[in-house]
C-alpha cells in the first residue's frame, strides 16, 4: 500500500506496530529529513524500540517535525532519543548573524519562528507506549515548541497503557547560557475512549526587550536548571502497573522522610482520576544529572522489568 502524500512532507515521521506471535514488529517506519528513525534490539518479547533522531544532532529553526505513531493489537514499543535534543538560534537571530534563512521545500504556508514537533499517537487495548527521550536543550535565543496528543482506549477487558516522560533543561550551562532562550512551549492530551484524562501546558516566554541579558522567568525558576513531567498509565495488573505502585510507595517513603531526596531537587506526585494506576510526577532539580538519577532511582526504579536491564541502563547512562 502506498504511504500517504503527507508521509514524505520534510519532517514526516509514521511508525505502525503489528504482534506476530511473541514479536512486536514495525509494519511501518518511515521518515523524511530532517527526522529519523533508528530501530534497535531490546531483548525484551514482544518489545520493540526505536531512536528519535535529527540529522545534526538537534533542530533548527524552521524545522516542523510531525510524527504520527499507531499501536495494533498487542503492539508494545519504547522510543528513545540518543542524547538531549538541541534547539538552536531562531531565524531571526541567524539573519543577523548572517545565516541565510530557509524553508525545507514541501511545506506550504507561512515560514514558523523557531522549532516544532508534534506527535500524535494511538495505541490499541493490549499495547503499551513508552516515550522516554532525553531532555530537550534549548540555545541561547531558540525557540521550541512541542504537541503530543496520545490517544488510548479500552474494549472492557484491557486498556491501553502508557509511559511518558517529558523534560527540559536551562540550557548550554557549560557556555554560560542558563535560561536565554526566547520562548520553550510545551503541550500534552491525553485521552481514553475519546475522553479527556490530561491536558498539561507549559509556556516559558521571555518577556524583556532584547537588550537584557538574561529571560524575564530565569528568576521565578533559579535554582533549578531542569525539569521533568512524568505520566504512567497502567490499568490492571501487569509490569507496568507493579512499576506504578512501586513508585507510588517510594514516593510514600520520600513524604514520610524516611528516604531522604537531594536537598537541591523538589517533587511531586499526583493519582490521576478516572484511569486505574495513574499518575503524574514531578520533578525539578539544580543539576539534570541529579534529575536523572531521582527518575532512575525512584520514580521509575522497577522499570528494567518491562524494558530489560540492558535498555534500562542505557536510558539512564
Known amino acids: 500500500m502506498p504511504l500517504p502524500i503527507a508521509d514524505f512532507l520534510p519532517g514526516a515521521g509514521s511508525i505502525i506496530c503489528n504482534s506476530f506471535g511473541t514479536a512486536t514488529k514495525f509494519t511501518r517506519c518511515h521518515a523524511q529529513y530532517p527526522l529519523k528513525f533508528i530501530p534497535t534490539s531490546t531483548h525484551v518479547d514482544n518489545l520493540a524500540a526505536a531512536y528519535i533522531l535529527s540529522y545534526g544532532g538537534g533542530m533548527l529553526s524552521g524545522d516542523e517535525v510531525d510524527m504520527t505513531i499507531e499501536l495494533n493489537k498487542n503492539a508494545d514499543l519504547l522510543l528513545m532519543t540518543q542524547g538531549s535534543t538541541k534547539i538552536f538560534k531562531d531565524r531571526e537571530q541567524s539573519a543577523v548573524a548572517g545565516i541565510p534563512i530557509s524553508r525545507l521545500p514541501g511545506r506550504d504556508g507561512p515560514v514558523i519562528d523557531g522549532a516544532s514537533q508534534t506527535i500524535d499517537a494511538f495505541v490499541s487495548p493490549t499495547s503499551m507506549l513508552l516515550l522516554l527521550p532525553d531532555p530537550v536543550t534549548s540555545f541561547k535565543h531558540s525557540i521550541y515548541t512541542s504537541y503530543q496528543k496520545f490517544h488510548l482506549t ?15 533543561t536551562s540550557g548550554r550551562i557549560a557556555r554560560g547560557e542558563k535560561w536565554h532562550f526566547k520562548k520553550y512551549a510545551s503541550k500534552i492530551d491525553i485521552r481514553l475512549d475519546g475522553r479527556l484524562l490530561i491536558r498539561d501546558n507549559l509556556v516559558l516566554e521571555d518577556e524583556n526587550k532584547e537588550w537584557m541579558p538574561i529571560s524575564s522567568f530565569a528568576s521565578r525558576l533559579h535554582p533549578h536548571t531542569c525539569f521533568a513531567t512524568l505520566i504512567m498509565i497502567a490499568p490492571g495488573q501487569n509490569e507496568l502497573s507493579h512499576v506504578v505502585q512501586h513508585c507510588v510507595e517510594a514516593f510514600d517513603r520520600l513524604s514520610i522522610g524516611q528516604v531522604k531526596a537531594p536537598k537541591d531537587l523538589i517533587w511531586s ?11 503524574m510526577v514531578r520533578v525539578a532539580g539544580t543539576t539534570t544529572e541529579m534529575v536523572k538519577n531521582f527518575l532512575k532511582n525512584e520514580a521509575l526504579a522497577n522499570l528494567d522489568t518491562v524494558i530489560g536491564h540492558g535498555m534500562y541502563e542505557k536510558l539512564f547512562s
Not at 479500552?154 to 527540559?168: E, K, N, R, Y
Not at 506526585?269 to 499518575?279: A, C, D
Open 154 to 168: 479500552s474494549d472492557g477487558t484491557s486498556t491501553s497503557q502508557l509511559v511518558l516522560l517529558d523534560w527540559f
Open 269 to 279: 506526585l499526583s493519582r490521576l482520576r478516572h484511569v486505574e494506576n495513574g499518575v
